[in-house]
């Protein structure tokens, strides 16, 4: 360890994984992480390691996530071996579709083709993921984003019909990055040149110093509206 966590962490740290074991047995095993390899699911895959390694993990590769992030996806693979990771991708023929209809980066022209190439990448994929499960976790947090700050450590996701848990949901960016470091969790090096919050390539920027943490996605939206359909109460159902 190359450095120490302080007492209320550590507390943290043990109701995390006190809420991980529950969940597991609460839901008859039928629990999923989806691990979107940001810093606070590097956190949370490093305590399912330790505490409850039934529980699998989920990735969903868009077809265009950096370089760093796939890097990182093998890393946590190897790390990580007592636990199980699944990579979802989008179905091939509705790729095309959009991009024959509305072209490859049609995304940065409304919000509403940004949303359909999300629900094409993301939300399909993830029903898949989710299917036959009873339960699935986030790393949410709710000094994230205003999108995010009533979020509760437990809560029913009507979207998907399911219970999802928010482990990390009181943990403070200062806190996720002082669990990493302290317990040497391997996580992606665009964090480092100033990406706090990592998406598709085309959809993530760095940011400044004193902006919100997600400034970085769909930076030319609203900060309101700047959700890709993964967690909102009812998920998008775009259809074109």
């Not at 199980?84 to 509305?102: I, K, L, R, S």
């Amino acid at each position: 360890m190359s450095e120490q966590i302080t007492a209320e962490l550590q507390a943290k740290v043990e109701a995390v994984a006190a809420l991980l074991k529950k969940g597991y047995q609460d839901h008859d095993g039928s629990l999923v992480f989806a691990n979107s390899l940001g810093a606070e699911d590097v956190v949370i895959a490093d305590l399912i390691s330790k505490f409850c390694p039934e529980i699998s993990n989920f990735v969903l590769d868009t077809g265009r996530l950096p370089e760093e992030t796939l890097k990182l996806l093998a890393d946590v693979q190897k790390q990580y071996a007592n636990v199980t990771f699944d990579v979802y991708y989008p179905e091939g023929a509705d790729v095309e579709a959009y991009v024959a209809e509305n072209g490859v980066n049609a995304f940065y022209e409304s919000q509403e083709l940004r949303k359909g190439c999300c629900f094409v990448r993301k939300i399909k994929p993830l029903k898949r993921a989710l299917s036959g499960k009873k339960a699935w976790i986030t790393g949410l947090r709710r000094e994230q984003s205003v999108t995010r700050d009533e979020i509760q450590f437990e809560e029913w996701d009507e979207g998907n019909n399911m219970h999802k848990l928010n482990p990390l949901a009181d943990w403070s960016e200062k806190e996720v990055w002082a669990y990493i470091k302290a317990n040497d969790v391997p996580y992606n090096e665009l964090h480092d040149k100033h990406y706090p919050s990592i998406g598709c390539a085309p959809c993530t920027r760095a940011i400044s110093m004193g902006e919100d943490v997600r400034s970085g996605r769909w930076w030319w939206e609203n900060p309101e509206n700047r959700e890709c359909g993964l967690h909102p109460a009812t998920p998008l159902n775009f259809k074109k």
